[in-house]
């Protein structure tokens, strides 16, 4: 079964800077899409940034020019670092990948690392 791991978050000062990592893990036969997003106290869960398999980035408006998602497929790993951070980026950050089983399935399904909490202190 795939599992996706996050790493890298912490509590940082306002105008710090982290990377997450995410490393799927499991029998993969090919990995398309992934994403990061994240949760931040009793608000609703947000895209904050996606890239697809060959490389083409989006990124909300509000970690556009801070943020930067990038990936390596050899190490099956999705990357997110984070500079200027801002309290507003307080949240627990996911990683989501569409990622295809190995033979005799070849299943397409969506999976969710289980999240690793920023926090960011003004």
């Known amino acids: 079964q795939v599992q996706l791991v996050e790493s890298g978050g912490g509590l940082v000062r306002a105008g710090e800077s982290l990377r997450l990592s995410c490393v799927a893990s499991g029998i993969i036969f090919s990995i398309a899409d992934m994403a990061w997003y994240r949760q931040a106290a009793s608000k609703q869960r947000e895209l904050v940034a996606t890239?697809?398999?060959?490389?083409?980035?989006k990124y909300e408006q509000s970690v556009k020019d801070r943020f930067t998602i990038s990936r390596d497929n050899t190490k099956k790993a999705v990357y997110l670092k984070m500079n200027s951070l801002k309290p507003e980026d307080t949240a627990v950050y996911y990683c989501?990948?569409?990622?295809?089983?190995?033979?005799?399935?070849?299943?397409?399904?969506?999976?969710w690392g289980r999240g690793t909490q920023v926090t960011v202190s003004s």
């Open positions: 890239i697809n398999s060959i490389g083409s980035t």
């Open positions: 989501n990948g569409v990622i295809q089983d190995e033979m005799p399935s070849f299943g397409v399904n969506q999976y």
